[in-house]
């Protein structure tokens, strides 16, 4: 598959008024993420993180700065345009699941593809095919409740993809899993956002997740401090951490 720039942000900043002054959350961050690469973005709590997430998911609107998804600027959009984005090009999922409690696993996954107005047959037949490689083919007709909390988070990686997004996100997917369910969890997720050609960002504070991916990218101070990529220099920053 073809690699090109699936996001790009320009010298992003947030600045917040606090009792002391101005504070910028995200201060003058520039990155790029291609199709197919999957990008861990880690740092201490009340690195910028997490507000560098939600700007990326148009949640949020940065102070100043450009944000690029498929080469289309996002920042002066009008608020339907950026809701459209949102459900068209972007995928989430959240350490929380945000799962509709009375909607089965099938369900809650057609649940983007009918926001979308997408929901037919071909839809209808992926989503199915999507929770089976997943490993949740005889939970598909399961609610939330009866399901683990790592099988929920398979419907959540399932939710994020099946409407083709341009760019998924994932904030602390793993937080609330054992280990062995973590690494389980996010290395489906790496594998599907390589063979699918997505771009992935996942925010983890457990940096042994970060053997999945392709790059880490480390913030500190709402600055973008430290970039590792290949395998042998993500473990060696991975091994470093542990002592």
């Not at 090009?89 to 929380?96: D, H, L, R, V």
């Not at 997408?118 to 939970?139: H, I, S, T, Y």
């Amino acid at each position: 598959m073809t690699s090109t720039i699936a996001l790009e942000t320009r010298n992003i900043i947030k600045t917040y008024q606090s009792d002391s002054g101005l504070i910028n959350a995200v201060d003058d961050v520039s990155i790029q993420v291609r199709s197919g690469e999957f990008v861990a973005l880690v740092g201490p709590s009340g690195s910028g993180k997490t507000t560098m997430l939600s700007i990326l998911a148009a949640l949020l609107k940065q102070t100043s700065g450009q944000i690029l998804l498929d080469g289309v600027e996002l920042s002066d959009m009008p608020e339907s345009e950026r809701v459209k984005i949102r459900r068209e090009k972007i995928g989430f999922t959240f350490q929380s699941n945000n799962m509709v409690p009375f909607l089965s696993a099938l369900e809650n996954v057609e649940l983007m593809l009918r926001l979308n107005n997408r929901l037919d047959k071909v839809g209808k037949l992926r989503a199915q095919e999507l929770l089976a490689r997943l490993g949740l083919a005889e939970r598909m007709h399961n609610l939330p409740g009866q399901m683990s909390g790592g099988q929920q988070q398979r419907v959540a990686i399932a939710r994020a993809l099946i409407h083709n997004p341009s760019l998924v996100l994932a904030d602390e997917p793993t937080a609330s899993l054992d280990t062995e369910r973590a690494f389980q969890v996010v290395e489906t997720f790496a594998n599907l956002i390589h063979e699918q050609n997505r771009a992935g960002i996942i925010v983890t504070h457990d940096l042994r997740m970060c053997e999945y991916v392709d790059r880490v990218l480390q913030m500190q101070d709402g600055k973008l401090v430290k970039e590792y990529t290949g395998k042998s220099e993500i473990l060696e920053f991975i091994n470093g951490t542990r002592h």
